[in-house]
């Protein structure tokens, strides 16, 4: 089992930015990539940034250059560095891990509103 807790969402202004940050709990070892999602209201849960455990980094198109995903050491905690904010990036972000054995875990999310 593997727990998520994300922390850091709130209001920010246009142009702003935030960290969000995920601390994982549990069998960490186990986990093989991490991922921060996102979900709009009445819109899709979609992939925002992923990063594994070799570092390899993966961004939505939407995000690419305004968005980095990083670590502080091989798994725990993973943060989601987010500049340029635009009201489109308004949505509860959620933290995401994939165990080696194909396992999903989702954390309760952390809402981040863009606006003036």
């Known amino acids: 089992q593997v727990q998520l807790v994300e922390s850091g969402g709130g209001l920010v202004q246009p142009g702003g930015s935030l960290r969000l940050s995920c601390a994982a709990s549990?069998?960490?070892?186990?986990?093989?990539?991490m991922g921060w999602y996102r979900q709009a209201p009445g819109k899709e849960r979609e992939l925002v940034a992923a990063?594994?455990?070799?570092?390899?980094?993966s961004y939505a198109d939407s995000v690419k250059g305004r968005f980095t995903v990083s670590r502080d050491n091989a798994r725990n905690p993973v943060y989601l560095q987010m500049s340029s904010l635009k009201p489109e990036d308004t949505a509860v972000y959620f933290c995401?891990?994939?165990?080696?054995?194909?396992?999903?875990?989702w954390g309760k999310g952390t809402l981040v509103t863009v606006s003036s």
């Open positions: 990063i594994s455990n070799g570092g390899t980094t």
């Open positions: 549990g069998n960490i070892f186990a986990i093989n990539v």
């Open positions: 995401n891990a994939v165990t080696d054995a194909g396992r999903i875990y």
